[in-house]
């Protein structure tokens, strides 16, 4: 079951969700909007080794070069850029929420977010943006403007463990923190 508007609003209140800062008017019937912050990760074409080694820790990109903004972000066609969220979002043991691109965000050939759309309970901080320009064309990002929605689904009671992996508190924008692939799982 995923939390109606109503739901929200009492799931705020009774701070078993939380949302910073919370503006009434971005909450939608079933999700709230969430806003780009000012802060990016991109990298340089050319940059680093021609191939991202993901079996053993460090062996991939992650010395992107870090903007801060105020006003906006101009994204290349084709480009990947890391970004957050202006709010910080706060989920606790009884609720999961997911992320999700706006259609309105969609319809202009912005992907916000690859894969990571899950948000654990037990999660506090500001959700990191997976960004990718599929149009033939830049695209100006304003900061502060909505970019995704997020919703939350109760469990089925609150969970025995609660996120406390590496990216919890997050107050900006975090690379990739993977940690290499296990010996077995390695074919060379």
């Known amino acids: 079951m995923i939390l109606s508007d109503r739901h929200i ?4 209140r009774d701070e078993m969700i ?17 806003s780009l912050g000012g802060e990016f990760i ?50 606790s043991d009884r609720y999961v929420a997911r992320l999700e691109g706006k259609s309105s965000i969609a319809r202009i050939g912005l992907m916000v977010h690859v894969t990571a759309g899950f948000v ?10 997976e960004l990718v320009n599929l149009r033939d064309r830049p695209v100006r990002l ?6 995704a929605q997020v919703s939350f689904y109760p469990v089925s009671q609150p969970v025995e463990k609660p996120y406390n992996g ?6 900006g924008v975090v690379p990739s923190r993977f940690s290499g692939i296990p010996a077995q799982v390695k074919t060379s």
């Open 120 to 129: 654990d309970p037990g999660w506090s901080g500001v959700l990191t943006l």
């Open 9 to 12: 609003k009492l799931a705020l």
């Open 42 to 91: 991109h990298w340089r074409s050319g940059g680093g080794s021609s191939v991202i080694d993901m079996s053993s820790p460090g062996g991939y990109e992650t010395n992107g070069e870090k903007v801060e903004t105020h006003s906006h972000f101009i994204m290349n066609p084709g480009e990947f850029v890391l970004a957050c969220t202006e709010e910080v979002v706060m989920v």
């Open 18 to 34: 939380g949302i910073s800062p919370y503006r009434p008017e971005r909450l939608q019937p079933a999700s709230y909007d969430l």
């Open 166 to 171: 590496s990216y919890v508190g997050s107050k």
């Open 142 to 147: 304003w900061v502060g403007q909505p970019i």
